[in-house]
């Protein structure tokens, strides 16, 4: 089964850094992607192919090891409390999965 | 403007059907897979079903698979969800997102959602 586990949620002060882990054998094969949602919005995709930026500040970014990845948010600000989705699909674009989400608070 | 806009949302009974609609603009729909995900409110991102830009494959997760029906109409740049036999699990906001190769296949751009609830 494809499942992508991430922590429920990750706490920083502004200025700090965030670090959200998604994790998953789904991981192995294929590109994981990020999605920022806030409050009563759609998702945005900030983060795609495990670590290319897509119009976003240059605080946020993304690696992996193995079939993990992890999204940082450095220097974190205000605006920046969020949900965050990792997602990733099969190889062959059957099915596609998202993580369980990470709720990012700013202290 | 690249948009995608949702509409079809409703309070609906247990057993019920509805369709949801999904209109896109700004960019040439046909070369596009089109995806549903749902989203219980206060919860996680759900995938729930794609359909490729000219219509003859479609894939759903598990738990929706025999009541769910994706289509697209090409000529009106829309996407559709039949959803039948509602069960109240399948109240949700249900959004309509766009895939690219252009980044790799991720869901780049997405619709406002639009409601489902299933009450009796």
């Known amino acids: 089964s494809y499942e992508l586990t991430q922590p429920p949620s990750v706490s920083v002060s502004p200025g700090q850094t965030a670090t959200i882990t998604c994790s998953g054998d789904?991981?192995?094969?294929?590109?994981a992607h990020w999605y920022q949602q806030k409050p009563g919005q759609a998702p945005v995709m900030i983060i795609y192919?495990?670590t290319e930026r897509s119009g976003i500040p240059e605080r946020f970014s993304g690696s992996r090891s193995g079939t993990r990845v992890t999204l940082t948010i450095s220097g974190v600000q205000a605006e920046d409390e969020a949900d965050y989705y990792c997602?990733?699909?099969?190889?062959?674009?059957?099915?596609?999965?998202f993580g369980s989400g990470t709720k990012v608070t700013v202290l | 403007e690249v948009q995608l806009v949702e509409s079809g949302g409703a309070l609906v009974q247990p057993g019920g059907s509805l369709r949801l609609s999904c209109a896109a603009s700004?960019?040439?729909?046909?070369?596009?897979?089109m995806h549903w995900v749902r989203q219980v409110p206060g919860k996680g991102l759900v995938w729930v079903s794609r359909i490729t830009g000219d219509g003859t494959s479609a894939t759903y997760a598990d738990s929706v698979k025999g009541r769910f029906t994706i289509s697209r109409d090409n000529a009106k740049n829309t996407l559709y969800l039949q959803i039948d036999s509602l069960r109240a699990e399948d109240t949700a906001v249900y959004y309509c997102?766009?895939?690219?190769?252009?980044?790799?296949?991720?869901?780049?751009?997405w619709g406002q959602g639009t409601m489902v609830t299933v009450s009796s």
């Open positions: 997602q990733t699909s099969d190889s062959s674009f059957t099915y596609f999965v």
């Open positions: 700004g960019f040439s729909f046909s070369r596009y897979w």
């Open positions: 997102a766009r895939i690219s190769s252009l980044y790799y296949d991720a869901f780049d751009v």
């Open positions: 192919k495990d």
């Open positions: 789904a991981l192995a094969k294929q590109h």
